[in-house]
């Protein structure tokens, strides 16, 4: 019974939006790794430019690089790498979530990516340890024959993603270990290119230990108004009922020009953000009155008030709050530990638990969070 009812609410949901013309909510999906396929939205900018040359021109002259792509939380970075991977042909791309806590945990994270039949033997018997038990002695060793397993594969991009998540929590001597680490790494390869994604912070950071790597930075900056037009134009059209791409339609349809506007004005021209305000917008315009009308800038206020927040929003802080609290308890928990119950990406997990301690109703315990 209580499937069929989901099912029906499901079912009542989508009918909803044929008001607008659409099959579904297009904008439920707003992280990229929640994408099948990243290049049919993707929007070319600035900073894509920079990103195509760096890599281009570095694959075509058959030397190595280190390139890190630099943004805010929600700005595409994960977009971007995602991006590299599907329009680089017959390259392999490895790409790494560093949703670990240490070094070890990286390592294994790598290996466990470019050796395809499993576990080298030679250091299956360190990687069956806990992540943070093995070797800090031999992480250079360890480097160098990454490097060789890479360097029989010819030319290689391996992607580091989301950096931060080790970086920012490491102490002063594991932030020399994994510069050492990536010193030896990029000195023993031979043709290839390292991509590290990381927040500003830990790209501060973590440059202090790699002064000595030449390597380029591409920093991802706001979209503009007419960016985040075409940004959210292209993901309509992706949904919009067959028949209706026959019928002459504003392409931001159901949203006005200046509500798009106003809405990365308030996201402060983050994407991820304008994706959740365009998905929460359109959701609600569904249990409106609104009938077929273009959504204005009048509604999008009245729903997401600057001064008094977004209900939507505090509701997914009581949700993930309340989920937390019946897992953990009283009991002191990692970043990484609640991103895996709440099925959150390991940054969004921390600006929810962030707000939270805000609110008071989680502290902090060192590098954990505990519930108040």
Not at 44 to 66: Q, Y
Not at 103 to 128: C, D, H, N, Q, T
Not at 241 to 256: C, H, N, Q, V
Request: aromatic content about 8%.
């Amino acid at each position: 019974m209580l499937m069929m009812n989901s099912a029906k609410k499901a079912g009542i949901a989508e009918l909803g939006y044929l008001k607008w013309l659409l099959k579904k909510n297009p904008f439920s999906s707003i992280s990229s790794e929640a994408l099948s396929e990243i290049t049919p939205l993707h929007v070319d900018t600035e900073v894509d430019k920079d990103l195509a040359r760096i890599v281009r021109s570095t694959i075509e002259r058959g030397t190595k690089g280190l390139l890190f792509v630099v943004g805010e939380f929600g700005s595409g970075k994960t977009h971007r790498l995602r991006l590299i991977s599907e329009l680089v042909e017959r390259i392999p791309c490895y790409y790494i979530k560093v949703d670990v806590e240490s070094l070890g945990g990286l390592v294994r994270r790598i290996y466990e990516k470019i050796e395809e039949e499993g576990l080298l033997s030679k250091i299956e018997a360190i990687l069956k340890l806990r992540e943070e038990r093995i070797i800090h002695d031999n992480y250079e060793d360890l480097a160098e024959d990454i490097a060789n397993i890479l360097s029989q594969k010819g030319y290689f991009i391996l992607m580091l993603d989301e950096i931060e998540n080790l970086v920012q929590r490491s102490s002063r001597k594991e932030l020399e270990r994994l510069g050492s680490f990536l010193h030896r790494l990029y000195d023993r390869i031979e043709r290839g290119i390292i991509v590290i994604a990381c927040v500003p912070k830990a790209f501060n950071i973590l440059n202090l230990y790699i002064r000595d790597i030449p390597y380029n930075r591409v920093v991802v900056k706001r979209i503009s108004n007419e960016e985040a037009e075409l940004i959210l134009s292209k993901r309509l059209q992706l949904c919009r009922e067959g028949a209706t791409r026959r019928i002459s339609l504003d392409s931001l349809y159901p949203f006005k020009r200046e509500t798009v506007h106003k809405m990365n004005e308030i996201a402060g021209g983050n994407p991820r953000r304008l994706l959740k305000y365009a998905r929460m917008l359109l959701a609600s315009s569904v249990a409106s009155v609104l009938e077929g009308n273009a959504i204005g800038p009048e509604f999008l206020l009245k729903e997401f008030s600057p001064t008094k927040g977004s209900s939507h929003v505090k509701n997914d802080y009581n949700g993930v709050f309340k989920t937390i609290r019946n897992k953990f308890g009283e009991r002191s928990f990692s970043i990484i530990e609640a991103s895996k119950v709440i099925n959150l990406p390991i940054a969004e997990t921390k600006e929810l638990l962030e707000k939270l301690v805000e609110e008071n109703k989680l502290m902090r315990d060192g590098f954990r969070y505990k519930v108040c």
